[in-house]
């Protein structure tokens, strides 16, 4: 029996959980005013690194020791500059204390591309000084917080979360090159929302936790994270700060319909910061 907790409100404060109760983190923070899905939504990118800087503050405090972290997070391009968002958000990680473990680059299909395809302005000026490259690829950066102590889990939790040594090979998961599939933005729960795959998650929470254990998601957009923690066995926690997403993540989850999931004693628990500093936005 797994339970499953969203919290709406502002993920800068996360109140709610306690100091090391949660054993994995994995998100994905807003693209840094993205064309179409985050335009304009921050005022700068000081304000952007701000609400970052809070997150991986607030993620450390939740961590057990020894547990994990991931972000998965990429370079933005916007109006022609790129903003150096992986080493910025590399050096808050540091700085809130984290261990930078490893960079993971997930590769997407050739021609998936989510946002407008920049390559196409060569095509239309095929002169020099027209290069914009299209952007197949972002990054899965893993942080870690202090040392893991392996002798504090179980015989029976090890065993039954073991890792299946034939999906690591065949999928190459022990590669730093991911290749996996993207959610487009047509498709009908995700819509716009940048949803990652369940692939992702899947791997991760596979990789760097055990059955049982709690995994957060401070930017749970429509509920991928919760969704596959689920299925695996895992307690999950969601931070989103918009409440109208509360039904896509429900139905994502399978909580609408309870005979969607074997485990019919999973249980879902909304809370709502209505107002506040740290509070929703509809
Ligand atoms: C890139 S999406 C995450 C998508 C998610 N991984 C999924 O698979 O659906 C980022 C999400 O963070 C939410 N968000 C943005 N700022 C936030 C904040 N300060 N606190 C909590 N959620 C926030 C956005 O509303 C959006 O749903």
Redesign the pocket.
């Known amino acids: 029996m797994t339970h499953h907790k969203l919290i709406i409100?502002?993920?800068?404060s996360m109140q709610e959980i306690p100091d090391e109760g949660v054993h994995l983190m994995i998100?994905?923070?807003?693209?840094f005013n993205a064309p179409f899905?985050y335009k304009g939504?921050f005022k700068s990118y000081e304000q952007y690194l701000d609400?970052l800087d809070r997150?991986a503050k607030e993620a450390f405090r939740v961590l057990q020791n020894g547990r994990i972290a991931v972000v998965?997070i990429d370079d933005m391009l916007v109006d022609g500059e790129k903003f150096p968002i992986v080493a910025d958000v590399t050096k808050i990680f540091q700085n809130a204390g984290f261990r930078y473990r490893d960079r993971i680059i997930w590769k997407k299909p050739d021609g998936y591309l989510r946002i407008s395809r920049r390559s196409g302005v060569l095509l239309q000026h095929p002169y020099p000084m027209y290069f914009y490259p299209d952007n197949l690829l972002e990054s899965i950066l893993i942080f870690q917080k202090g040392k893991f102590d392996y002798s504090s889990i179980p015989d029976d939790i090890r065993e039954a979360s073991k890792i299946n040594i034939k999906e690591f090979f065949d999928n190459k998961w022990y590669m730093t090159l991911w290749e996996m599939v993207n959610?487009l933005p047509s498709s009908k729960l995700?819509k716009e929302?940048?949803?990652?795959p369940e692939e992702l998650p899947y791997r991760i929470i596979k990789l760097f936790s055990y059955k049982g254990e709690t995994v957060l998601?401070?930017?749970?957009?429509?509920?991928?994270?919760m969704k596959v923690a689920r299925q695996l066995g895992r307690n999950s926690i969601g931070?989103?700060?918009?409440k109208s997403?509360i039904t896509i993540i429900k139905k994502k989850l399978g909580f609408d319909r309870q005979l969607n999931f074997d485990d019919q004693d999973d249980t879902f628990e909304v809370i709502i910061r209505e107002s506040g500093e740290y509070g929703c936005i509809s």
């Open positions: 409100g502002n993920c800068m998100t994905s923070p807003p693209y899905d939504l609400l997150v998965n959610v995700e929302i940048a949803a990652f998601d401070p930017f749970v957009g429509s509920g991928t994270t931070i989103e700060i918009k997403l």
